[in-house]
Nanobody, 121 residues
């Protein structure tokens, strides 16, 4: 069992930056792939980025070059550094943990409660 708690969301102007954090507690953190998904109002949940247990990274095309996903196993924490934010990045961002990882939400077993990111134009 893993409990995930996100933080770091907020309101930022277009072009600004935010760093989201997700702290995990419970089972062995280092064995899990850790991902970020987001859901904008009226839209489906979409994949943002994932980092494997060995550090392998995979990003959605729409965030490449703007977002950086990282993990600190000593702190049981993953981060999503978001730069050059756009109004279309406005969404609730969710942290997820799964043994195998991937870009599909059903590949993850544990989810945080989400943190809201709002980008004003």
């Amino acid at each position: 069992q893993v409990t995930l708690v996100e933080s770091g969301g907020g309101v930022v102007q277009a072009g600004g930056s935010l760093r989201l954090s997700c702290v995990a507690s419970g089972d062995s953190f280092s064995k899990y792939a850790m991902a970020w998904f987001r859901r904008a109002p009226g839209k489906e949940r979409e994949f943002v980025a994932t980092i494997g247990s060995s550090g392998g990274l995979y990003y959605a095309d729409f965030v490449k070059g703007r977002f950086t996903h990282s993990r600190d196993n000593a702190k049981n924490t993953v981060y999503l550094q978001m730069n050059s934010l756009k109004p279309e990045d406005t969404a609730a961002y969710y942290c997820a943990a799964g043994v195998y990882g991937g870009s599909q939400y059903h590949q993850y077993d544990y989810w945080g409660q989400g943190t809201q990111v709002t980008v004003s134009s």
